[in-house]
């Protein structure tokens, strides 16, 4: 008997019943090739779609910051939009102890404050790490206004403009600097889940210069903001995946510091070779040495490097790699490199001026765990496209698995004839 008339005009009741389930399961693998999976809005009782954990995260830089002014509520959103995994943000605070992101201590480069001739009293010049913040104007050294000598309304009168001149410029003076639980909300009312990964920012500076009414100091207020929206939980557990958060710092005592308060998942960022750490002045050699790796592993779950100090870069060409990622990964420590650029001028002669050739080379070759980027959506591009070619190969192995089936099938069915 045909298949066909088996399946329609079948008149034994029990025998199509017992096969029914095997017709069913044919028909839909004939027809999709894929495996039953729910839909990802259907999981978990109709919650969001959860972060994706199976390839590098894509953590967007300051938002999709290549595109709109960074650290603002459009260039997160933006972010998101685009497919971003985490959402990044520098965290400092205000006069008045509010924290916000933004990513330098002074005003002048990245907000509209020269416009504002009420605040041109407000210049100073500090030390951070030892070096005085000065801006140079035609061999000149000027004050800059410095962040922690305004308080939050004041701040909310800025408006945001793209730090670089390269970069499109038509939404300078349009959005306004954001704070620390601003930024969250963006992440907590996307339609997916998307995870955060604030940084804790100069906080030697901070606590030298900004000082809470209960004692408390930069890192505390941090911590107690996240946990004030129930941010919680250890890398990849069940309060994690649902409101995913990566802690870094380029401070380790921040990061011990914390470590006490909150379980969330730590990154130490490391800067350039010839920089040392902000608050214990150790040398870059000395923190990616085995025995250090094997120290901060007791309170991070990962590293955040420079990305040129991984591979070390020569007249613009990329030299032959480090073994520091490997020792990482030795240490069960993730790698999240930074910062990734699609403009020419960033973009080493190896990859032929193609930032999909770099995402490839850092992924594939190098074998990164997450990166930060500039340009979220052609990150996101990338990992989509080569998660395509992926799928089509498991959907040829698909094919040949309903093929089998099939035949298994017509086998049992040939038994009854």
Same mark, same amino acid.
């Given at each position: 008997?045909?298949?066909?008339?088996?399946?329609?005009?079948?008149?034994?009741?029990?025998?199509?019943?017992?096969?029914?389930?095997?017709?069913?399961?044919?028909?839909?693998?004939?027809?999709?090739?894929?495996?039953? #999976?729910?839909?990802?809005?259907?999981? =978990?009782?109709?919650?969001?779609?959860?972060?994706?954990?199976?390839?590098?995260?894509?953590?967007?830089?300051?938002?999709?910051? @290549?595109?709109?002014?960074?650290?603002?509520?459009?260039?997160?959103?933006?972010? *998101?939009?685009?497919?971003?995994?985490?959402?990044?943000?520098?965290?400092?605070?205000?006069?008045?102890?509010?924290? *916000?992101?933004?990513?330098?201590?002074?005003?002048?480069?990245?907000?509209? *404050?020269?416009?504002?001739?009420?605040?041109?009293?407000?210049?100073?010049?500090?030390?951070?790490? @030892?070096?005085?913040?000065?801006?140079?104007?035609?061999?000149?050294?000027?004050?800059?206004?410095?962040?922690?000598?305004?308080?939050?309304?004041?701040?909310?009168?800025?408006?945001?403009?793209?730090?670089?001149?390269?970069? =499109?410029?038509?939404?300078?003076?349009?959005?306004?600097? &954001?704070?620390?639980?601003?930024? &969250?909300? &963006?992440? $907590?009312?996307?339609?997916?889940?998307?995870?955060?990964?604030?940084?804790?920012?100069?906080?030697?500076?901070?606590?030298?210069?900004?000082?809470?009414?209960?004692?408390?100091?930069?890192?505390?207020?941090?911590?107690?903001?996240?946990?004030?929206?129930? %941010?919680?939980?250890?890398?990849?557990?069940?309060?994690?995946?649902?409101?995913?958060?990566?802690?870094?710092?380029?401070?380790?005592?921040?990061?011990? #510091?914390?470590?006490?308060?909150?379980?969330?998942?730590?990154?130490? %960022?490391?800067? /350039?070779?010839?920089?040392?750490?902000?608050?214990?002045?150790?040398?870059?050699?000395?923190?990616?040495?085995?025995?250090?790796?094997?120290?901060?592993?007791?309170?991070?779950?990962?590293?955040?490097?420079?990305? =040129?100090? $991984?591979?070390?870069?020569?007249?613009?060409?990329?030299?032959?790699?480090?073994?520091?990622?490997?020792?990482?990964?030795?240490?069960?420590?993730?790698?999240?490199? #930074?910062?990734?650029?699609?403009?020419?001028?960033?973009?080493?002669?190896?990859?032929?001026?193609?930032?999909?050739?770099?995402?490839?080379?850092?992924?594939?070759? *190098?074998?990164?765990?997450?990166?930060?980027?500039?340009?979220?959506?052609?990150?996101?591009?990338?990992?989509?496209?080569?998660?395509?070619?992926?799928?089509?190969?498991?959907?040829?192995?698909?094919? /040949?698995?309903?093929?089998?089936?099939?035949?298994?099938?017509? $086998?049992?069915?040939?038994? #009854?004839?």
């Amino acid at each position: 008997m045909p298949l066909s008339s088996f399946i329609f005009f079948s008149s034994d009741v029990c025998f199509f019943a017992g096969f029914a389930p095997f017709v069913f399961l044919f028909l839909v693998i004939g027809c999709t090739a894929r495996p039953f #999976y729910p839909l990802p809005n259907k999981v =978990d009782g109709g919650s969001r779609k959860p972060l994706q954990t199976f390839r590098p995260y894509n953590i967007a830089h300051r938002g999709s910051n @290549g595109e709109i002014p960074e650290e603002t509520s459009a260039a997160y959103t933006k972010a *998101i939009e685009e497919g971003a995994d985490f959402i990044e943000a520098d965290i400092l605070s205000s006069k008045d102890g509010v924290l *916000i992101c933004f990513h330098d201590v002074y005003l002048d480069d990245t907000t509209d *404050i020269a416009n504002h001739k009420e605040f041109a009293d407000r210049k100073r010049t500090y030390e951070v790490q @030892g070096e005085n913040i000065t801006g140079f104007f035609t061999g000149r050294v000027a004050k800059l206004a410095i962040l922690f000598d305004f308080t939050l309304k004041e701040l909310k009168s800025l408006r945001v403009r793209q730090r670089y001149k390269y970069r =499109d410029q038509q939404f300078n003076g349009k959005f306004q600097i &954001i704070t620390f639980e601003e930024f &969250i909300n &963006i992440a $907590l009312d996307a339609p997916r889940v998307v995870g955060i990964y604030p940084e804790i920012k100069n906080p030697v500076f901070i606590n030298q210069h900004v000082k809470w009414s209960d004692g408390k100091r930069f890192e505390d207020k941090f911590v107690e903001t996240l946990q004030k929206y129930g %941010l919680k939980g250890s890398y990849l557990s069940k309060n994690w995946r649902r409101q995913p958060v990566f802690i870094q710092s380029f401070a380790p005592t921040s990061l011990v #510091y914390i470590a006490n308060k909150t379980d969330l998942p730590k990154i130490f %960022l490391i800067d /350039d070779v010839d920089i040392p750490t902000q608050d214990t002045n150790q040398s870059y050699w000395e923190i990616t040495s085995d025995e250090y790796l094997n120290y901060i592993k007791q309170y991070v779950v990962g590293i955040g490097p420079w990305k =040129d100090t $991984l591979v070390p870069v020569v007249n613009n060409y990329m030299a032959t790699p480090t073994d520091i990622v490997s020792r990482a990964h030795a240490h069960n420590l993730q790698v999240h490199p #930074y910062t990734y650029r699609n403009e020419n001028i960033f973009l080493h002669f190896n990859f032929s001026q193609d930032p999909y050739l770099e995402y490839d080379y850092w992924i594939n070759k *190098i074998g990164v765990d997450g990166l930060f980027t500039d340009f979220t959506g052609s990150l996101h591009r990338f990992q989509e496209w080569t998660s395509k070619q992926q799928d089509d190969d498991d959907d040829d192995d698909d094919d /040949d698995d309903a093929s089998k089936l099939l035949h298994k099938i017509a $086998l049992l069915l040939s038994s #009854y004839n």
